[in-house]
């Protein structure tokens, strides 16, 4: 299913495409492999426990993750669910200002991206992403699509959408042998 089919403005069409993700989360296996797979996420409890299947994927480790939606879709919040499951400590804050936030793990080295800010393409450079890019350890990114052009591949794409104030309908989208490892 495309993503222009998910994104119609009726009410009517919404619920065909409701009826849709939940038709497809009851027959199918809940990820993948590269294949988008539309979920549906009940509330924040569907949403950390994705993030803590993630979390024991050895892949993830090494991984980059691109998180797409709009503002309050729930990035941040997948992103903190998973920086826990993986054994942060503390707080866990939203980067936007900083751009990135670094994450010492218990066994691996994590940055989480927001690239709502990002608009000067020499601090790709200067800020040393391009080294943090390429160096091993997990990147979570937010906003990718504002740093298009820079940025590698993701191993995996999570577009998140707001049904309503606790539902999200999710699509995943593995792009490379790593992604698809995570996915399955
Ligand atoms: N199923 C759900 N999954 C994730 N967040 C949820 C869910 N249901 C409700 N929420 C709430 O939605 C909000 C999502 O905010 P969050 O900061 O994660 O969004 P974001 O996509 O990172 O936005 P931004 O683009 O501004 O960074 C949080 O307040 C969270 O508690
Ligand atoms: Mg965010």
Do not use: C
Request: overall charge negative; proline content about 8%.
């Amino acid at each position: 299913m495309g993503e222009s089919e998910l994104a119609g403005p009726g009410a009517d069409l919404r619920h065909q495409e409701r009826t849709f993700a939940l038709t497809a989360v009851e027959h199918h296996a809940p990820i993948v492999g590269s294949a988008p797979s539309p979920l549906l996420w009940a509330g924040e409890q569907d949403t950390r426990a994705f993030a803590e299947r993630l979390a024991r994927q050895p892949g993830i480790a090494d991984a980059f993750i691109a998180l797409h939606g709009n503002l309050g879709a729930g990035k941040t919040t997948l992103v903190r669910h998973l920086l826990r499951a993986l054994g942060a400590e503390g707080r866990i804050k939203s980067p936007t200002y900083a751009v990135v936030e670094p994450y010492e793990l218990p066994g691996l080295a994590a940055w989480h991206f927001d690239f709502y800010r990002f608009d000067d393409p020499r601090e790709w450079e200067d800020a040393g992403f391009r080294d943090i890019f390429a160096a091993p350890g997990l990147k979570l990114a937010e906003w990718p699509e504002k740093a298009a052009g820079l940025l590698p591949v993701p191993d995996v794409d999570v577009h998140i959408a707001l049904e309503d104030d606790e539902r999200r309908r999710v699509t995943l989208r593995a792009n490379t042998p790593r992604g698809r490892e995570l996915l399955s």
